[in-house]
């Protein structure tokens, strides 16, 4: 994939830490525009928080940072595993931008389609083992950037799901299939067409999260679940995720442009604006307030 060059300028080189942490060996961190990464290079873990005020929402600029991360971390044969989590510790993520859905130019919405695309086909796809530490609410894009982890830690008192149909929206079916390998079919069928948000025992019970840790413990967690997983021999665990996986990803690179095509005709609606209008007043006046 070719990256703009505007975009490029938001990564800036990994930098050793100028301290050694107690327990941390070879620690690297770096800092893009709105990511913190912390590198372990003893364990090949890093650490990724979405750190893009207010909400960690997704617009074209972030999810073009993100995949560049993870083309970074792709090809850094000393990383084996990534763990997914926010600098917030009240939202993991808003979802997709929703200015970016509102008013918007043709071109530009093809394009945010197309790297959130790219985004989903890296992280589903991912070599490394992935869990996401979910620290805050994750309604719609960021329950799909949860789903495409390995595994899911969530902490109390947040919510979770594809709330899509709530907001008269039918999410695409790359995101239906990710809710349908997680939870099964039936689960699934009920939490998308409702547009359920579950709170964070909800989405525990159906098997949407799959451990319920207080905020605070949950990176600790996360880093001993992945302890776990990179037991395995790397090769072994790689090609077992990539056949499992394989098909629900093969069908969304053999309809790619014309899920673009569908998004776009039905972003663009006059009814579809209208309706993402009102959605857009609501939740700035729930701010104000
Ligand atoms: C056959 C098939 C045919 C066709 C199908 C084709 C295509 C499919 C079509 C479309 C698919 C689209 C899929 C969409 C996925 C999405 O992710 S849409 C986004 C969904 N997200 C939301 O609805 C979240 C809304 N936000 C919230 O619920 C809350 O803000 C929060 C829980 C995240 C945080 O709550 P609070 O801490 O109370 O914060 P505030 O609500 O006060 O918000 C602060 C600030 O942030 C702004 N904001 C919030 N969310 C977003 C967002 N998603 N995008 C942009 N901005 C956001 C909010 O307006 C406030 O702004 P200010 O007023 O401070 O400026």
Redesign the pocket.
Known sequence: MIWGRRALQHVKRFKRLPFQPEGLHRCMSAATQNLVVEMDGKSGVAVVKLNKP??N?FNLEFLTEINILMEKLENDKSCRGLILTSNNN??FS??????E?YNPQPDRLAEFWRTLQGMWLSLYGSRLATIAAING?S????CLTALSCDYRIMAPGFTIGL??TQ?G????FW?VESMINVTGQRQAEVCCQKGLMMTTEQAHSIGLVDDVVPGEAILERAHNEMKNWLKVPDFARQLTKRQIRKPTMDRLIAKRDEDIQ??VQ??TKDSVQKAMGV??DQ??N???K
């Not at 309604?139 to 960021?142: S, T, V």
């Open positions: 207010p909400v929402s009240k939202i808003g979802g997709l931008d929703i200015m859905m609410h309604p719609a894009g960021g709330n899509e907001l929206i039918i999410p695409p995101f569908n998004f039905f972003i959605y857009i939740l700035k729930k701010a104000k």
